[in-house]
């Protein structure tokens, strides 16, 4: 197999992702860099440096603009928005749909040729988001857990809101410990259960999404948010998996024992968060419903995208 050939495999490969037990079994990410303000790494914060390239229908890449718009860094860095249909080639910056941007760096067509530009020797999964240096042409980081990290903590100079801290020092170790349970059992858990290939791989999967649904609304029906009464990096990191769960993964990743709304604290809480200044206008709920509709024919082979359910976000939580 050539080399470009690989780089085509590269894009849209959940299922090489799947084991011999037919469980699906996410790659690590390969960038792993960090944006330093202390000045000890190769990359400082700088106004206008650095560039993120997203999806609005990826869980993983929401998670940065909400840090983005949270911090007040719109005018410190930009980002592009890939087509929400994932072709085998990988993600296109296809300008002519609505809500994708084209590549504003570069005026390149294809993701991966961002990845191969800053690293001609990648063979890896060509995944978003992606935070890159402008200035060095380099690819810093692709793995979400890290660049909200960066963008809670490192841009403090630029923030337009800098009294902002989603991961605050005295909540840490909590923080960990639901990132360490919600992680790979609801976060990652709704793919574990859709991109099984197996009976026994998907209802592993699926059962223990809901028991982990179950124990957030526990700890809901006792606090406003997952840490108390401050909104966390926890939260957030929970939350766009909750928008996209009764759209998106409880029919077309069969993760239908119940769904958000029938959980009062849980839709309580995802209408509150959504309802925050900012927030809804990181969403498009049409770039979330065809991502994942179209793209995964192996799941929907016709690529015929449901036009419900009618879910008001809206509607008053009545959290407070």
Sequence with gaps: MSAEDKSVRGGNTWERE???DGEFVRRPTTFRSWIRADGSGEFQPERGRYHLYVSYACPWAHRTLIFRKLKGLEDAISFDVVDAFLPAVGWTFEQTVPGATGDSVHGYHLLREVYKGASPDFD?????????????????NNESADIIRMLNSEFQEMAGHPEVDLYPEPLRDRIDELNDWIYPNINNGVYRSGFARKQAAYSKAVNGLFAALDRVELILGESRYLCGDRLTEADIRLFTTLIRFDAVYVTHFKCN??????YPNLWAYTREIYQMPGIAETINMEHIKRHYFESHRSINPLGIVPLGPD????APHGRG
Excluded: E, H, M, N
């Design 18 to 20: 799947v084991d011999d």
């Design 311 to 314: 879910l008001d976000f809206d």
């Design 124 to 140: 890896g999964t060509i995944t978003v988001p992606v935070l890159y240096d402008k200035k060095q042409k380099a690819i810093v």
């Design 257 to 262: 024992i119940r769904r958000i709304i029938d």
